[in-house]
């Protein structure tokens, strides 16, 4: 199932913008942090262009610009899905690259090849692959959303060939796509196997296990109520440099919401490797990222920095 929104966005007119600049709030911060880097308060780690679910419409890049413009984000990686599992219409990488091609000042191409692909060559064909997709413009690897165990042999495969052409790896979790269980051991183990890979983590399964308490069930839906000290998401963040945490969609914006005060601190402590997203992907579409910083959180202005921009550009080789 898609993995939408949990609230909609409330509406924001010139003056309220104007407002929070006045405020001192996040329409105060400076886009270009002293960088030659398109206008904007936020980079947005997840967002897809086309078609992606049967009951949404297409999106096009150009109406994907727009409602940048209106929300204030600089710059937006657009992800591909090629896995059968990940989405109701495959969006390949060269529909992406293509697509893109014209805005690359804003639009960053992801990459993507399911684990099943057959190729010869072993990782030596492998990269060859991914090498084309990098020289075309591709700055990262995913959206990884297989029908496999996150630690399927293929999968590493992949993760090792991620870490050699240093292209971060964003990846999916619930009962269907990138299987694990409780505690996240198969996660655990693809991030010590590949500790030269950033991943990028997202999803249901992700997200959900902010929290101690979790069941297998819970790593495939949107747990509510108090967080429960002891996540394993959390735990991995503190042992492990190479993993980050997409804020995007709903199992993002619903495990913050669910506890603002531990999601508050959590996004403090973490403050390095946090990154905005939203996974827009359809017109009209419900963002609640927005009005959950913008509103409730009041985060301090270099956590701020941090989250909304500077380390999605770190991470992608932009700063």
């Known amino acids: 199932m898609p993995d939408f929104p949990v609230f909609s966005r409330r509406a924001f007119n010139s003056g309220a913008l104007a407002g929070l600049a006045l405020a001192g709030g996040v329409g105060a911060l400076t886009a270009a942090d002293g960088k030659n880097f398109p206008k904007g308060v936020y980079v947005d780690m997840h967002t897809h262009i086309g078609q992606t679910w049967n009951t949404t419409v297409p999106l096009t890049a150009e109406e994907l610009l727009r409602w940048m413009d209106a929300n204030r984000v600089a710059q937006a990686v657009v992800l591909p899905l090629s896995?059968?599992?990940?989405?109701?219409?495959?969006?390949?990488?060269?529909?992406?690259?293509?697509?893109?091609?014209?805005?690359?000042?804003?639009?960053?191409?992801?990459?993507?090849?399911?684990?099943?692909?057959?190729?010869?060559?072993?990782?030596?064909?492998?990269?060859?692959?991914?090498?084309?997709?990098?020289?075309?413009?591709?700055?990262?690897?995913?959206?990884?959303?297989?029908?496999?165990?996150?630690?399927?042999?293929?999968?590493?495969?992949?993760?090792?060939?991620?870490?050699?052409?240093?292209?971060?790896?964003?990846?999916?979790?619930?009962?269907?796509?990138?299987?694990?269980?409780?505690?996240?051991?198969?996660?655990?183990?693809?991030?010590?196997?590949?500790?030269?890979?950033?991943?990028?983590?997202?999803?249901?399964?992700?997200w959900a296990s902010i929290s101690g308490d979790i069941t297998e069930k819970d790593l495939g839906g949107y747990p509510k109520g108090k967080v429960a000290k002891g996540g394993a998401m959390d735990a991995l963040m503190e042992k492990y440099p190479n993993i980050y945490a997409d804020l995007s969609a709903g199992s993002g914006a619903g495990a913050i919401s669910r506890d603002l005060e531990f999601g508050?601190?959590?996004?403090?402590?973490?403050?390095?490797?946090?990154?905005?997203?939203?996974?827009?992907?359809?017109?009209?579409?419900?963002?609640?990222?927005?009005?959950?910083f913008e509103q409730q959180l009041k985060l301090p202005d270099e956590v701020q920095a941090k989250i909304f921009r500077n380390n999605s550009r770190r991470v992608l080789g932009l700063a």
């Open 83 to 206: 896995s059968p599992e990940s989405s109701s219409y495959l969006i390949t990488t060269d529909f992406v690259l293509a697509q893109t091609a014209p805005f690359r000042d804003r639009l960053i191409p992801f990459c993507s090849i399911d684990p099943r692909t057959s190729y010869s060559g072993g990782r030596k064909g492998l990269m060859e692959m991914l090498r084309k997709y990098v020289e075309a413009g591709a700055k990262g690897f995913g959206e990884h959303k297989p029908g496999v165990a996150i630690d399927d042999p293929r999968s590493m495969e992949l993760y090792a060939a991620c870490a050699e052409l240093k292209l971060p790896l964003l990846f999916y979790i619930d009962n269907l796509r990138n299987l694990d269980k409780p505690g996240l051991p198969g996660l655990t183990k693809a991030l010590e196997s590949n500790p030269d890979c950033n991943f990028i983590g997202h999803g249901p399964g992700w």
């Open 264 to 292: 508050r601190e959590f996004l403090i402590r973490r403050a390095d490797r946090v990154l905005f997203g939203t996974d827009f992907l359809a017109p009209k579409q419900g963002v609640p990222q927005f009005e959950l």
